[in-house]
């Protein structure tokens, strides 16, 4: 089975500095991944996609993610945080079609 | 371009009563999925819909149904409510011909039962 794990529940930066939010999969074959966005009483905003392309993925505001199968793993990394990227980030999976998501990782970003 | 549309954004009901929730996809998708957000939680597949059939189903009882609309809009319904029933529900479009990888979701449904 198919199945995403997302390493910290909630991570804090300072405004300015490097984000890293953690994810690693499970998979029996080469994976879809995601990560979705969800800011305070709003719906999922898609990030970016890997779909066994270039390994590097590079989504919006940003955000870029690393596939590496070795390591099953798939970080969500920003050089930059800002304000405005406080929200809640879930890496996901898709699954014959349907979409399995991590527990979530609440991001804090500290003036 | 209207992105994926959710009605209505608020909903009380009390345990036991039924309750429907309709989704309207993002313009040129044929496939809608829902799924349930519990608060803290990640969201969990429900069911999927595409060529007005139920292809696709997550672990949900059966009071959790649905409909597909010629139109490709969508309903949930869920019967005999539970206080655990209350939850943000989500609503994601696709196309099968994009190979579905991209799902779009709307603003979902808060469904408090009481």
């Known amino acids: 089975a198919q199945s995403v794990t997302q390493l910290d529940s909630h991570v804090s930066v300072s405004e300015g500095t490097p984000v890293l939010l953690r994810c690693n999969y499970s998979?029996?074959?080469?994976?879809?991944l995601f990560w979705y966005v969800q800011h305070p009483n709003k719906g999922l905003q898609l990030l970016l996609k890997y779909t066994s392309a270039a390994t590097l993925v590079k989504g919006i505001n940003g955000f870029e993610a690393e596939f590496k199968k070795s390591e099953t793993s798939f970080h969500l990394t920003k050089p930059s945080a800002h304000m405005s990227d406080a929200a809640e980030y879930f890496c996901?999976?898709?699954?014959?079609?349907?979409?399995?998501f991590g527990q979530g990782t609440t991001l804090q970003v500290k003036p | 371009d209207a992105g994926v549309t959710q009605s209505p954004t608020h909903l009380i009901k009390t345990r036991g009563q039924q309750v429907t929730l309709r989704c309207s996809p993002k313009?040129?998708?044929?496939?809608v999925s829902w799924y349930q957000q519990a608060l803290g939680q990640g969201p969990q597949f429900i069911f999927q819909?595409?060529?007005?059939?139920?292809?696709q189903r997550g672990n949900f009882p059966d009071r959790f149904s649905g409909h597909q609309f010629p139109n490709y809009s969508s309903e949930l319904n869920v019967n005999a409510l539970l206080l655990g029933d209350s939850a943000l529900y989500l609503c994601?479009?696709?196309?099968?011909?994009?190979?579905?990888?991209?799902?779009?979701f709307g603003p979902g449904t808060r469904l408090t039962v009481t």
């Open positions: 819909y595409y060529e007005e059939e139920e292809r």
């Open positions: 996901v999976v898709r699954n014959t079609g349907k979409l399995i």
């Open positions: 998979s029996s074959y080469s994976p879809s």
């Open positions: 313009s040129g998708h044929d496939t």
């Open positions: 994601a479009s696709s196309s099968r011909l994009g190979g579905g990888y991209e799902q779009y």
